[in-house]
């Protein structure tokens, strides 16, 4: 065991040897190729999920691990993910997460025909194991794009590159639910995941031709005792979360696995105080703004990713709209992003990240409260609005915490920069899916009854949690009586509205008491030369 030493980070006097080759905005757009793909698969699963349902049979848990298995695959391995782009080089690492999530993708829409061909795997269950493994391909990906980033851009131009990629984000998001509308209504489920296929082989291309990059001088191995115990950790949070929903927060298990968590992460910090070459240098933390950051990422992810989960069936079950136009009420966000983002880019050049964030997370604030108004027969115009004052709020926050975590990390730890940014947002999108999918199916079961009236009284409990499980939804399943749906309809339905008003007032509320803690960030970034502890 070593103690800890620091090293000096290699000097850069002269720009085109300190950063990746190749000229920054074609080496932006090469790594957006690839985000575009998990963008455009992130959007389209959304709406692909209720036709996921009807066709495979899926309950809401195994729609909830279609999402909750890949968010739990990126969480346990983003970090290191970030530091094998340090080490081995983040162009390699980032090409091997595009190659990967592309053929996976591809198994996805063949979850049906892998079924029938290997004894004892259900269709759901072969979808959702290629989802895990799809996260683990994600994961490899996103922070070495972000670390690629980092590299090909000086620093006072990172806020712009910053801008241009969440643009680059949101044109993909605007175009996900219209394309991945009309390929399940008019071809089918599985089509809105082959379509990675194309952008993947696009990325590659353009990814060997385009991007060059160097390798860490200062890092040569990987802390393998430290990645054992933060993957412990992070499962053993993230299972936690995601199945505490089902167990209950105040069950044994739950409890048992978040006390796993505690010690396990305890034991890592502990690890990484003493390792010659920790998998992430705690004194990384010191800087203010990448601890706020971090905490900012989490928070912010929670209560958009979380309340945003049930749009989908807000849209298609409530409403009855096809997933084309359920991908259409959704355009006005997304497409919100692509003017937003380059704009919070200047905006922070400018103002600094501290009052554009807040500002953001005020305007985000209110665009949930808005939301949480949404009558049952909402138009687009009462959609639309929150969704643009959405996107404007949101953008800041994205862009100025990214920057802020990856741009004042030293220029060889940016991978693990990006691995910790998007930790962050992966940890906190899954809290938010499980935290506020218990909070709307509680109001749910205490609404419901009333809604019925006394014909609640003569439903038997089974039947009862039934019809919660269809509020869950958004509204009965196809194939229902249509004396049923006339008797129960209104009140499933109703049920639905109140839990997901709830849901929207809960990130109403974490919106603004993040914006609080944007007020603690202070910007500036390190010098590229400036000393790294290493433990």
């Keep these: ?110 979850s049906q025909e892998l079924a029938d061909v290997i004894p004892g795997l259900s269709p759901v269950g072969a979808l959702i194991a290629l989802r895990v493994l799809q996260g683990l391909f994600g994961a490899l990906l996103q922070p070495a794009a972000l670390a690629l980033l980092r590299g090909a851009f000086p620093g006072e131009k990172l806020n712009q590159a910053m801008g241009a990629w969440g643009a680059i984000i949101g044109l993909s998001s605007a175009a996900g639910p219209i394309v991945g509308g009309l390929l399940v209504e008019k071809v089918s489920w599985e089509s809105v995941f082959f379509i990675n296929a194309p952008v993947g082989i696009i990325a590659l291309v353009m990814g060997l031709v385009i991007i060059k990059d160097r390798r860490s001088q200062t890092l040569a191995r990987i802390d393998w005792p430290g990645v054992v115990l933060l993957s412990g950790a992070m499962f053993a949070l993230v299972w936690s979360i995601i199945k505490a929903p089902e167990w209950g927060w105040g069950d044994t298990k739950t409890i048992g696995f978040l006390a796993g968590f505690a010690v396990l992460i305890a034991a890592f910090i502990f690890w990484q105080s003493r390792a010659r070459q920790p998998l992430v240098p705690l004194s990384l933390f010191r800087n203010v703004s990448i601890s706020i950051g971090t905490v900012l990422m989490m928070m912010v992810a929670f209560a958009m990713f979380g309340a945003m989960f049930f749009l989908g069936f807000f849209f298609q079950g409530v409403h009855g709209l096809s997933p084309l136009d359920a991908g259409l009420r959704m355009l006005p966000m997304s497409a919100g992003m692509i003017v937003a983002s380059p704009l919070a880019g200047m905006l922070i050049g400018r103002l600094g990240p501290k009052i554009t964030m807040a500002v953001g997370l005020v305007i985000t604030a209110g665009s949930m409260f808005l939301m949480s108004q949404l009558s049952i027969d909402a138009t687009f115009v009462e959609t639309a609005i929150p969704f643009v004052l959405l996107a404007f709020g949101m953008s800041p926050v994205f862009v100025g915490a990214t920057e802020i975590i990856v741009g004042n990390a030293p220029l060889e730890l940016s991978g ?120």
């Design 1 to 110: 065991m070593a103690n800890p030493k620091t090293v000096e980070a290699p000097s850069s006097p002269e720009p085109d040897q300190a950063r990746s080759g190749g000229n920054p905005w074609l080496v932006l757009l090469a790594v957006s190729l690839g985000v575009i793909m998990v963008m455009l698969d992130g959007t389209v699963v959304g709406i692909a999920n209720p036709v996921i349902q009807q066709d495979l049979g899926a309950s809401l848990a195994d729609l909830q691990w279609v999402t909750s298995g890949y968010l739990l695959a990126l969480a346990v391995f983003l970090i290191t993910a970030g530091k094998l782009g340090d080490l081995f080089g983040h162009k390699r690492v980032f090409l091997i997460g595009v190659a990967g999530f592309a053929v996976t993708s591809v198994g996805i829409g063949l």
């Design 416 to 535: 693990v920069a990006g691995g910790v940014q998007q930790s962050a947002m992966q940890v906190g999108g899954a809290l938010g899916t499980a935290i506020l999918g218990a909070v709307m199916a509680a109001e749910i079961s205490s609404k419901l009854p009333g809604y019925l009236g006394p014909a609640a009284q003569g439903i038997p409990a089974e039947q009862l949690s039934l019809l919660e499980k269809a509020a869950a939804f958004g509204g009965l399943p196809a194939g229902t009586p249509q004396q049923l749906r006339d008797l129960v309809g209104p009140a499933v339905n109703n049920a639905f509205m109140d839990g997901m008003h709830l849901a929207f007032l809960v990130s109403t509320g974490i919106a603004l008491l993040t914006a609080a803690l944007t007020l603690f960030v202070k910007a500036g970034r390190k010098a590229e030369g400036a000393p790294v502890h290493m433990g």
